[in-house]
């Protein structure tokens, strides 16, 4: 089967943006049914995935979302078990248990992203904002470094350490290599 040829499809007829937006469903009212089949036909779907992260989410007492077939972790462990090197997938999983104040999870997951892509800036943003939530501020700055060396635009983890006294602010942008 050709993947690169049936995602469109499955985008077109379960994937819109009411969809992610967890605003409507296309196949039913609610976005359940069609964040369900996305993720049946593309397991590691990172938009769905992280999609369906904050549906699980917003029914904290439900075992299973309404319109799905899965917990919100099954699907993340499905993802998992069909691409273990994807590091967006546990990435996407670690901002998921983060959300839902399962800190330890949540180092596991993220670290496991940072193993596989070490140069991700959203993966050192989200460790710098797990370990400020945990008090571990060395470690929070030193991620908080990493991602804005790299790149990342959004300048809320270094507000917040800066508030708190714990970091200047300041960055050494990354210069790129002679062979670049």
């Known amino acids: 089967t050709d993947f ?3 995602l469109p499809v499955v985008e077109a007829f379960h994937f ?3 969809v992610e937006a967890l ?3 296309m196949s039913a009212d609610i976005p359940g049914p069609d964040l369900n089949y996305t993720l049946r036909a593309f397991p590691n779907h ?3 995935l992280y999609s369906m992260g904050r549906y699980a989410l917003k029914y904290p007492n439900a075992r299973v ?3 799905a077939q899965y917990s919100g972790d099954c699907y993340f462990l499905r993802a998992i078990r069909f691409r273990p ?3 967006v997938v546990r990435l996407v999983f670690g901002i998921y248990l983060y959300q839902a104040k399962r800190n330890e999870e949540a180092l596991i997951q993220l670290e496991e992203a940072r193993k596989l892509d070490d140069n991700n800036p959203e993966v050192h943003y989200n460790l710098g904002l797990l370990y400020e939530r945990g008090g ?3 470690r929070a700055v030193a991620h908080a470094r990493r991602a804005y060396e790299l790149g990342y635009p959004l300048q809320g983890l270094r507000n917040i350490l800066v508030r708190k006294g714990a970091w200047d602010g300041e960055v050494s942008v990354l210069e790129p290599s002679a062979q670049d």
């Open 4 to 6: 690169a040829e049936k």
């Open 16 to 18: 819109n943006k009411d």
């Open 23 to 25: 605003r409507g469903g």
């Open 46 to 48: 990172h938009r769905a």
């Open 65 to 67: 979302p309404p319109g």
């Open 85 to 87: 090197d994807d590091a």
């Open 136 to 138: 571990d501020d060395e």
